[in-house]
């Protein structure tokens, strides 16, 4: 989709070889170094003591600030007692899925030893977030922001904000994530969440300060594990700016839905009386709404905050459907590139396939599962990226998921589906079940061009948006609906397809995409990184055969 110079291609090969040894060399993107110490440590959330996951003692983690094109250097020691990874939702590591962090493309990090990722951002902007991808962890903290800033010279199609605050709001359980995984593995459903954390905080106990008549920048990502959540602010309304690093055409909202894995941008002008405001968080579609409050601060404030928390929508399924279809992609701003991001005409192309992907749930050997197209992902010993690279026969099969659902019983199996490295594909996430779904896939941003009520069938092509739907990573299928994307299959690699509902995520609802090239190219896909860690039957192979 994007054509790059030559030079281009060298630096990003610099990038990968070079690492940390070699010296600068002029005109190469920069560099930023991190170094994360993953532990146990007591935090407080909700005013009773829980072992939750720090980084570099933080709960929640670091932020990451970076800029379109900066290569990101992260080395992560695991001191917790057993194996942990990292993965970076929506930040799309260009022909380099090894760095991916989920359990098919990386070794877990063992006991005591370190990894270190090398993720360049390249041609992104936007707001996105990490998380631990392993086990249950991601229940027990171990999540942070990731802000990527358009270049300097890159016009951004509104003002600088005064400040640009990063919110991470989540459903949150009290039970540890031991416990909560145990509840899993015995066959049984997660209870209904204790609360929603805004940063880690429960009610009242996170400030932002605004100066009044400044506009400011929020960034708000549902980092939590299943639940929608609709964000607002007291006496404000919020302009929406950019969504997984797309500008949008700017509209006002009252309110906004935050799907599960989801992440959104808002202007907020701090143009109301002198007083401290409440930023409510609560759960959608669900019988027993919880909330969580956060306080806007006026630096000039005469009142502590008062009155009512606003009320949001609750279980309104249209209000939602209808949020969605206003969100677009503004096509005259300019995204992470100078040329306008209407530029690409993505409802010209031609569909080279469609693929049809249906939810399911179901009981296997009598314990409760999840599946795509009847296929319930099972993990195997060998991440199934090197499992590719060392040639390693036996580890998983290509095709082991159908193109649409076979509607057979359901089954384990460790799915993955194949595709031709610039095909132009067509994904239907079809919803015959009664929950809002969350779907999300690495490597990639997509355009979502339609959502409806009902089945989908080909008629349904007659009410996409072919001209300015929102290119981003992670949508949302409502109840007894489908949600249609188009996704230019232009990364190499093998990428992770989720339920971002992390309960189904574990029980099977995944499976990976294998984008693949013949020609074995460096200018595809970048070989495996020198540091790469080799398990299962990988282990002890040459990480670079010379
Ligand atoms: C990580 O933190 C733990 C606990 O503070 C400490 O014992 C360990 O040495 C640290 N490891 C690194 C690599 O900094
Ligand atoms: C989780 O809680 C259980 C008790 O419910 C405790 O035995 C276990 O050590 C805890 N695990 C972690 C990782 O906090
Ligand atoms: C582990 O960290 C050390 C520096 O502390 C670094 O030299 C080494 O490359 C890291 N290992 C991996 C596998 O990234
Ligand atoms: C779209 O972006 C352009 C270019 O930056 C800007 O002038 C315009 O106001 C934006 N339009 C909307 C509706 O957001
Ligand atoms: C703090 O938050 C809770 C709910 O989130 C609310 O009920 C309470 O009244 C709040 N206000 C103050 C001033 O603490
Ligand atoms: C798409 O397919 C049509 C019909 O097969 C063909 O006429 C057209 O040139 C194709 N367009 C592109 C952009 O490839």
């Known amino acids: 989709m994007v054509a790059s110079s030559t030079t281009g291609l060298l630096l990003g090969f610099f990038v990968i070889f070079g690492l940390v040894n070699v010296g600068v060399v002029v005109g190469e993107d920069p560099y930023r170094f991190f170094d994360w110490n993953v532990t146990y440590g007591d935090i407080y959330p909700l005013g009773v003591k829980q072992q939750g996951i720090l980084i570099n003692g933080q709960f929640p983690g670091p932020e990451i600030y970076s800029v379109t094109n900066d290569n990101l250097i992260i080395n992560v020691h695991n001191s917790l007692p057993e194996p942990f990874l990292i993965s970076w939702n929506g930040v799309q590591q260009r022909r380099n899925s ?6 098919g493309t990386t070794c877990p990090i063992p006991p005591g030893k370190n990894f270190t990722y090398t993720l360049q951002v390249k041609d992104q902007i936007g707001s ?14 171990g999540f942070g922001g990731i802000k990527i800033l358009s270049r300097p010279r890159i016009p951004v199609p509104f003002p600088d904000p005064a400040d640009d605050y990063t919110l991470l709001i989540g459903d949150w359980y009290t039970a540890n994530h031991t416990k909560l995984k145990a509840i899993l593995d015995h066959g049984h459903r997660l209870p209904l969440p204790d609360a929603i954390l805004i940063n880690g905080r429960g009610p009242n106990a996170t400030t932002f300060t605004v100066e ?10 549902n980092v939590g594990l299943q639940h929608t959540l609709n964000f607002r602010i007291q006496g404000h309304l919020m302009k929406l700016v950019e ?7 700017q509209t006002t909202y009252e309110s906004i839905d935050v799907h599960v894995g989801q992440s959104y941008s808002v202007l907020v002008t701090a143009d109301q009386a002198p007083q401290d405001y409440y930023i409510a968080v609560s759960t959608r579609f669900t019988d027993r709404v919880l909330t969580n409050t956060a306080i806007l601060h006026y630096s000039n404030s005469q009142r502590s905050v008062s009155g009512p928390i606003p009320g949001g929508p609750t279980i309104e399924i249209d209000w939602s459907v209808k949020q969605a279809r206003s969100i677009r992609t503004n096509l005259t701003a300019s995204g992470p590139r100078p040329n306008p991001q209407g530029s690409y005409h993505y409802g010209l192309v031609n569909i080279s396939r ?9 009981q296997v050997d009598r314990k409760q599962r999840y599946a795509v197209n009847s296929v319930s992902f099972i993990p195997t010993d060998t991440p199934l990226k090197l499992a590719d690279y060392f040639k390693i026969g036996g580890v998983f099969k290509v095709g082991s998921i159908a193109d649409s659902p076979p509607h057979k019983n359901m089954y384990l199996d460790t799915s993955v589906l194949g595709a031709d490295f610039r ?4 994904i239907v996430f079809q919803n015959r ?9 690495d490597g990639y941003a997509f355009w979502v061009v339609g959502m409806d009520g009902g089945v989908w069938t080909p008629a349904s092509r007659d009410q996409y948006n072919l001209r300015d739907a929102i290119s981003r990573s992670t949508t949302q299928v409502y109840p007894k609906s489908w949600t249609a994307i188009y996704v230019a299959l232009d990364n190499v690699g093998m990428w992770n397809i989720r339920s971002e509902f992390w309960a ?9 995409l294998r984008v693949y090239s013949p020609v074995g190219s460096i200018r595809d896909e970048y070989p495996i990184p020198k540091n790469a860690l080799l398990c299962g039957r990988a282990a002890g192979r040459p990480a670079r055969p010379q």
């Open 423 to 426: 095909a132009f594909v067509e």
């Open 433 to 441: 079940e009664n929950i809002v779904q969350s779907w999300h896939i």
């Open 504 to 512: 189904r995520q574990y029980l099977g609802q995944q499976f990976y």
């Open 212 to 221: 009044q008549g400044k506009t400011n920048r929020l960034r708000i990502s």
């Open 243 to 249: 969504v997984e690093g797309t500008h949008t055409v």
């Open 128 to 141: 996105f977030f990490y998380f631990p991808s392993l086990a249950f962890h991601k229940a027990a903290g």
């Open 98 to 103: 090894y760095q991916d962090g989920v359990y």
């Open 354 to 362: 469609t693929i049809q992907l249906e939810s399911s749930a179901a």
